[in-house]
């Protein structure tokens, strides 16, 4: 099977596409192309997919990267067995085409609720938006294939699809938490909480507990984040390839997520929980349901208030003093994350179903 596997809005060392799904793909013996901004991010294509440069589609100028895109889903459209495109603006893209083969379209997020998330859109302009992008999801579940990565996202289709959760690559053993470091993993934004990390590493810097935070960061946050590693408070790597940010969490304190009450992160797993469990350290997150449902039901953490730097701050430092406790909170959540979150016991549903899709018999 040759898949054609399309983003312009994501990094093409995005963790789930790349790391995830092709990669299970390519294992299983198909054959991917796979089309994303890779200069426009300053990536390289693995050797094991076929790269096609595309044209990022950020903030406003989001037009140039589906056009990109369409153009290409013309020329392949008979050399490919099955399209998998990870954006609502790639609908676009592959809409209309005469001929075309099986289109899939995996949904990330819930795109309605991510307005209020973006800066650069006009609030005027979003009640329409929103009111769009219900139309879209309507019409794309008329029209093609969809994955879900949320269960919670079940509830804006009419239908039921396969839910293909944001698990990951749990290694076979971990490194007992350390004492001395905390650590971030993902995008870094005001609404993920990026200020209260800074003032976290203020309040953590007296008792000699570092702060490292790994993730591309948004324009907003870019300046501050740079001035709080130049003021020594923390250390911020950017954006790192999934495979290699991982293993910074190895032997970390903990991990954190500090979401604000937000919309679209009321109903989604924040996949860095589930990536901490699965490297053997505690989680201290703040209260949005799904996270809390997974650390409570594991008892692989501390749940803090929302916006709360200090809480976070105390919540660290009784960890650092309890090794007991910091040791047993990563053990219990790396078992359930190797019994329950393991990527590999989705990523044969996963293929199965493209293969199906695309008339492929094994």
Known sequence: MHVLVMTVVHNPEDARILHRQIRALVDAGHEVTYAASFTAHGVVPRPWVTGVDLPRAAQRKRMAGVWAARRLFKRMRNKVDVVLI?????????????????????????????????????????????TLARMLEGAAERHMHLLLAETAYAGRFKHAHLIVPNETWVPDSVTPPGDDRVVYLGWLSRARGVFEAIEVAKLLQPYRVAVELIGYADPQSRPVLNQAVTDGLLEWRDFMPNDEALKRLDGALAG????????????????????????????ITTPSPRAVELVERYD??????????????QAVLTLRDDVRERRAQGARGYAAARANHHWPNSAKRFVSQLESWAGVTR
């Open 86 to 130: 990870h954006d609502p603006e790639l609908l676009f893209a592959v809409w209309g085409v005469r001929n075309a083969p099986p289109v899939v379209w995996d949904v990330h997020e819930d795109t309605p609720a991510t307005l209020s998330l973006k800066p650069w859109l006009p609030s005027l302009l979003r009640p329409p938006v929103r």
């Open 256 to 283: 954190l997520s500090l979401l604000h009450d937000e919309p679209n992160y009321r109903h989604s797993m924040p996949t860095k929980i589930v990536e901490y469990m699965a490297h053997g350290i505690p989680v």
């Open 300 to 313: 692989s953490g501390v749940v803090v208030p929302w916006e709360d730097p200090k809480a976070v701050a």
